[in-house]
């Protein structure tokens, strides 16, 4: 699964993109921030306030309940603040 | 169509552009969104203002949801031509940042389809801006007031 990290939710978890071998229980979104939260402490900082956490899957705006797969692309991002 | 672009744009050539060819516009919206200095109370109590703003966004995304949006307007409103322009990368006061240009028969579809595509674009387009001051870096947070006027425009 690739996962792609922007804003302050890069500079927290220390970068930009990753490729992970998700376990095979995480089958969801929720499922899927729960896992990487126990990656580190870097993780679990950047993911505590969940609900500043807007997640998409390949590049469609999902949520929690949303299922994920090998071969996903998924973003994790702040609320967005263009214009 | 839609653009993202690093480099400043020309307003009056993409104005023109936007009518050229068409004899059925009859009017053109803009909206042109610029850099501007922060006054210290919006910025969080820091004392100085912004020095600049880089823009980061999620490439290929960023290019999907803008032309959604797009899609979405020219469904609500018979448009004769459209234009969404964003910018990435780091920029100071006085730069622009984003034009959207709408052209119809009459103004009434090109005034309101420009207003809903720059509220659309600022709560769906996946753009973060983060702002330097004598202070340092920080984020911009999103506004609430951002997310009702998108949803004003629901059906």
């Known amino acids: 699964m690739k996962l792609l990290y922007f804003a302050w939710l890069r500079q927290k978890i220390g970068k930009a993109e990753e490729s992970l071998e998700v376990p095979s229980h995480v089958k969801e979104v929720g499922q899927l921030l729960d896992w990487l939260e126990s990656l580190g402490p870097n993780?679990?900082?950047?993911?505590?306030?969940?609900r500043a956490v807007k997640v998409a899957v390949n590049q469609d705006y999902v949520g929690l309940d949303h299922p994920v797969k090998a071969g996903d692309e998924v973003a994790l991002f702040p609320p967005v603040t263009g214009g | 169509?839609?653009?993202?672009?690093?480099?400043?744009?020309d307003i009056g050539a993409e104005l023109e552009r936007l009518a050229a060819g068409s004899h059925q516009v009859g009017g053109i919206a803009s909206f042109i969104g610029l850099v501007r200095d922060i006054a210290p109370a919006e910025s969080g109590g820091g004392s100085g203002a912004a020095s600049a703003m880089t823009l980061e966004h999620y490439p290929?995304?960023?290019?999907?949801?803008?032309q959604e949006i797009e899609a979405e307007a020219n469904r609500r409103w018979q448009l004769e031509a459209s234009l969404i322009i964003h910018r990435y990368g780091r920029l100071?006061?006085?730069?622009?940042?984003v034009l959207v240009a709408t052209a119809s028969r009459h103004r009434e579809a090109a005034l309101e389809a420009c207003a809903f595509l720059i509220?659309?674009?600022?709560t769906?387009?996946?753009?973060?801006?983060?702002?330097?001051?004598?202070?340092?870096?920080?984020?911009?947070?999103?506004?609430?007031?951002?997310?009702?006027?998108?949803?004003?425009?629901?059906?």
């Open chain 1, 43 to 50: 993780y679990a900082t950047a993911l505590k306030e969940r």
């Open chain 2, 1 to 9: 169509m839609i653009r993202v672009q690093r480099g400043d744009f």
């Open chain 2, 60 to 66: 290929g995304m960023t290019e999907k949801r803008l």
């Open chain 2, 92 to 97: 100071e006061p006085g730069d622009r940042i």
């Open chain 2, 119 to 122: 509220d659309w674009l600022k």
């Open chain 2, 124 to 155: 769906e387009a996946p753009f973060w801006k983060l702002e330097e001051s004598a202070e340092g870096a920080r984020w911009v947070e999103a506004r609430a007031s951002d997310d009702a006027r998108k949803a004003a425009w629901k059906k």
